[in-house]
């Protein structure tokens, strides 16, 4: 019989370092699990890369009794649009990155398992003094205008380029055709 717990929710962290943790009651449960998603810090519109959903879609299931522990990195990140007045720099997404290392219990010769107090998935996490600003840049409709103009003045050059290489390259091969003749 497989039990399954799913923990959905928010925990607020101090700006400090630290670690959260999620603890069997006996030795011999089996800590196998699998993360949708975690997100830490503030949801923001910007904030979708891989950079801020690291654990996005992390799967550890039948590697048998273990504990787990992650170590993450965090760093802050500020979003700045004066264009757009909900964009607000009191959100606080964190971009993260993380390291696993598990700590698996093999059985003795035996074929007993040796006891370990507890097993765990354990969360250690360290904020970075740096802070990341991105700041949203628009195009106005006059550089959407020049640019369009200088593409479509590419196009045309390589179009030409390549027209005069072929009559180039046709006339070569009729003048030498004519002159084998």
């Known amino acids: ?19 959260f ?40 299931r039948d590697i048998g009794s273990s504990t787990h522990d992650y170590i993450v990195k965090l760093l802050e990140t500020n979003f700045i649009d004066e264009k757009d007045p909900e964009v607000a720099n009191n959100v606080s997404p964190y971009q993260y990155t993380f390291s696993y290392r598990p700590h698996i219990v ?45 593409y479509c003045g590419g196009l045309f050059t390589t179009v030409e380029v390549v027209h005069r290489a072929f009559l180039g390259g046709s006339a070569f091969i009729k003048d030498n055709m004519y002159k084998k003749l």
């Open 106 to 150: 093999h059985n003795k010769k035996d074929g007993t398992v040796p006891s370990i107090a507890q097993h765990y998935i354990r969360f250690r996490y360290n904020f970075s003094p740096l802070l990341v600003e991105y700041t949203a840049e628009y195009n106005s409709f006059y550089d959407l205008v020049t640019n369009s103009i200088a």
């Open 21 to 60: 943790s999620f603890i069997s009651k006996d030795n011999r449960t089996d800590m196998s699990h699998a993360m949708e998603d975690l997100i830490i810090g503030d949801t923001h519109k910007y904030a979708n890369t891989k950079a801020f959903h690291a654990l996005k879609g992390v799967k550890l």
């Open 1 to 19: 019989a497989v039990v399954s717990t799913q923990s959905t929710g928010d925990y607020h962290l101090k700006r400090i370092t630290g670690e």
